[in-house]
T-cell receptor, first 114, second 107 residues
Framework: GAGVSQSPSNKVTEKGKDVELRCDPI?????LYWYRQSLGQGLEFLIY????????KSGLPSDRFSAERTGGSVSTLTIQRTQQEDSAVYLC????????????FGPGTRLLVL | KNEVEQSPQNLTAQEGEFITINCSYS?????LHWLQQHPGGGIVSLFM???GKKKHGRLIATINIQEKHSSLHITASHPRDSAVYIC?????????FGTGTSLTVIP
């Protein structure tokens, strides 16, 4: 079956521009997670959704970051006024429900802010 | 202070060797995950544990809740096992990640 997909796979943008990253979870998965991995760094949790709700947004690095999920499926992560330090791989994962469940990861979006 | 500590950070082994990667943590957890990240960047979830032991092929993962420690073992290691192995914790709404163990298996 289809796995988690993310688009675009690569994105190069200029400092100050807004970007939107998209995640399509596995069909039927109610939980969706966004992570970030900066070059040479470990994984960093950003936000998760159970259905369309995000119980905890404290992982988002700044108020330039926002995420939404509609229809319990596709999610978009938006970064406004991008900065060079936003350059990273943004990973999405989904699971049947939130909590202690196996997460399935997408291939990631590689964002480069020039 | 890191909630999750992995060791070793780097590991080189000869093909066929038995490999152990350790993860210690300091918070109460609902689950512990072992993830594998290949050089291309893709991440695969290997195990999700809340107690005991799980085995999948040549991979074995154990967890001791009282000692707050988990191990990932690879038996009869192979060059295709070369990857970064990441220990991750879920606890309520919080997620914590180890910095990863970079494994290289030499033929």
């Amino acid at each position: 079956g289809a796995g988690v997909s993310q688009s675009p796979s690569n994105k190069v943008t200029e400092k100050g521009k807004d970007v939107e990253l998209r995640c399509d979870p596995i069909s039927g998965h109610t939980a969706l997670y966004w992570y970030r991995q900066s070059l040479g760094q470990g994984l960093e949790f950003l936000i998760y959704f159970q259905g369309n709700s995000a119980p905890d947004k404290s992982g988002l690095p700044s108020d330039r970051f926002s995420a939404e999920r509609t229809g319990g499926s596709v999610s978009t992560l938006t970064i406004q006024r991008t900065q060079q330090e936003d350059s990273a791989v943004y990973l999405c994962a989904s699971s049947w429900v939130s909590g202690p469940e196996t997460q399935y990861f997408g291939p990631g979006t590689r964002l480069l802010v020039l | 202070k890191n909630e999750v500590e992995q060791s070793p950070q780097n590991l080189t082994a000869q093909e066929g060797e038995f490999i152990t990667i350790n993860c210690s943590y300091s918070v109460g957890i609902s689950a512990l995950h072992w993830l594998q990240q290949h050089p291309g960047g893709g991440i695969v979830s290997l195990f999700m544990l809340s107690s005991g032991k799980k085995k999948h092929g040549r991979l074995i993962a154990t967890i001791n809740i009282q000692e707050k420690h988990s191990s990932l073992h690879i038996t009869a290691s192979h060059p295709r096992d070369s990857a970064v192995y990441i220990c991750a914790l879920t606890t309520g709404n919080q997620f914590y990640f180890g910095t990863g163990t970079s494994l290289t298996v030499i033929p």
